[in-house]
């Protein structure tokens, strides 16, 4: 008589969840509210996104492949679109000497990794940085660095 009882309520729940997910599940015809993530977005979301101070981003340099410095990270600033960027002082093959004519870049955090004190270009090539337009206030908005934003981790 328990063990009846037992699968009886068991198969009770298990009919109430699938009726459930039934009624939860959404028209065919409609619209998808929610964009898929782009291949770029899905690769760092596979990186273990961490919240990261926008003020301790700023300042730090941004390393390619061969760990050459590519510039320095000078402000941090979301599209209209919410995506962030990196604004970084792209100096060309010297990086950005002593910090002495760095062109500012826009770089797509999905791009970028962090590990330590040092940012990764990982999905950005030294070429693409020497080909990226100088980037100009315009739409853009400033992150404050006391706001938290997440970026990927790599290693080297």
Not at 56 to 72: E, K, R, W
Not at 125 to 152: C, L, N, V, Y
């Amino acid at each position: 008589m328990r063990m009846a009882r037992r699968t009886f309520l068991l198969g009770l729940a298990l009919a109430s969840t699938r009726a459930a997910k039934v009624a939860a599940q959404a028209p065919h015809d409609m619209p998808v509210e929610t964009p898929m993530p782009s291949e770029a977005e899905a690769r760092m979301a596979r990186r273990w996104p961490q919240p990261v101070r926008v003020g301790d981003l700023i300042g730090l340099p941004v390393l390619d492949d061969d760990n050459a410095t590519l510039g320095h990270v000078r402000a941090v600033m979301r599209s209209p679109q919410g995506k962030v960027r990196l604004i970084v002082a792209y100096g060309g093959p010297l990086g950005g000497w002593l910090n002495w004519g760095g062109r500012p870049v826009a770089v797509p955090l999905e791009a970028v990794g962090i590990f330590g004190r040092q940012i990764a270009a990982v999905d950005m090539p030294p070429k693409d940085f020497a080909a990226a337009p100088t980037w100009a206030p315009g739409a853009d908005q400033p992150i404050g660095p006391g706001e938290t934003i997440r970026i990927g981790l790599t290693r080297r």
